[in-house]
């Protein structure tokens, strides 16, 4: 799958889907080891018969395991299993190691990320029966994901997560593509606010996108360019019913060809740090 991106910020590709532990993992990884960046899905319903024995996923949960033990919606508890196994697993793909042996952490924000790996970022979205993971060697990448059919015109979600450059461009719109958009701002705006560990406490009407087909650019909230020639906003279309945004950062630490967790530390460096014969 050949990466699409605008001239500025870092190639990206469409979301793979991903159908259980199976994979095709081979797929994601080469993505990654390509590109620097990587999306990818998975339907809850194909990856609800790897988690109906709870006690085998459990070693996979890791510090998941007490969070999952306070859920107490039957849907829900799926839906946080098989998400964070989807997690895991890409995770273990990027680094190269066995999904059990990723320490996925929280930040105080609840941004997730691999303790003791910082040459990848990553993040996680889900929302009914779809879940949609982002990982990049480059920078930093935020995810979100909803329902396209969202209601969300005339819900006062012009108020409270649009700019007044948005809302311009809003009103010239007739109602569906009204709803579409705000569904598509929104997802964008998630992301973006994911990427930067500010969750909902970064005001949605403080920046906006202006938007270009597949791909968003960020503005200010009168329109004009903020400058963010660093970053690539881009919107998929999943499984006919899903909207999928991402928000991806080239800080300029390049592809990253070799992420695995057994390189993470130079070879060189380590047999001059053990080495006692001097």
């Not at 910082?118 to 889900?126: E, T």
């Not at 705006?189 to 968003?216: M, P, V």
Request: aromatic share 8%.
């Amino acid at each position: 799958m050949a990466p699409a991106s605008p001239a500025a910020g870092p190639p990206l590709c469409r979301p793979r889907a991903v159908v259980g532990p199976q994979g095709p993992w081979h797929s994601v990884h080469d993505d990654l080891s390509a590109t620097g960046v990587v999306l990818v899905y998975g339907r809850l319903a194909q990856w609800l018969p790897h988690i109906q024995d709870v006690a085998r996923v459990r070693p996979v949960l890791g510090r998941d395991w007490h969070r999952y033990q306070t859920l107490t919606h039957p849907r829900a508890k799926e839906r946080f299993l098989a998400s964070r196994l989807l997690l895991r697993h890409a995770a273990a793909v990027a680094i190269e190691t066995a999904p059990d042996l990723v320490d996925l952490a929280y930040q105080p924000g609840g941004r997730p990320f691999v303790r003791g790996c910082d040459q990848i970022d990553i993040s996680l979205s889900h929302t009914e029966e779809v879940m949609v993971v982002g990982i990049t060697s480059r920078g930093r990448v935020g995810v979100d994901v909803e329902l396209a059919a969202r209601r969300m015109a005339g819900t006062g979600s012009e108020a409270q997560g649009c700019t007044p450059f948005e809302r311009q461009r809003l009103d010239a719109a007739d109602g569906r593509d009204r709803n579409d958009t705000l569904v598509r701002l929104w997802t964008l705006k998630e992301a973006y606010s994911k990427a930067l560990g500010q969750g909902l406490r970064f005001r949605f009407t403080e920046f906006g996108f202006a938007l270009d087909g597949t791909w968003a650019r960020l503005v200010g909230p009168d329109g004009r360019d903020a400058g963010a020639d660093d970053w690539v906003f881009a919107t998929f279309a999943v499984d006919g019913k899903y909207v999928v945004s991402a928000a991806v950062q080239d800080a300029g630490f390049g592809g990253g060809t070799d992420l695995s967790v057994q390189t993470a530390l130079d070879a060189g460096l380590l047999d001059a740090l053990l080495d006692t014969t001097g």
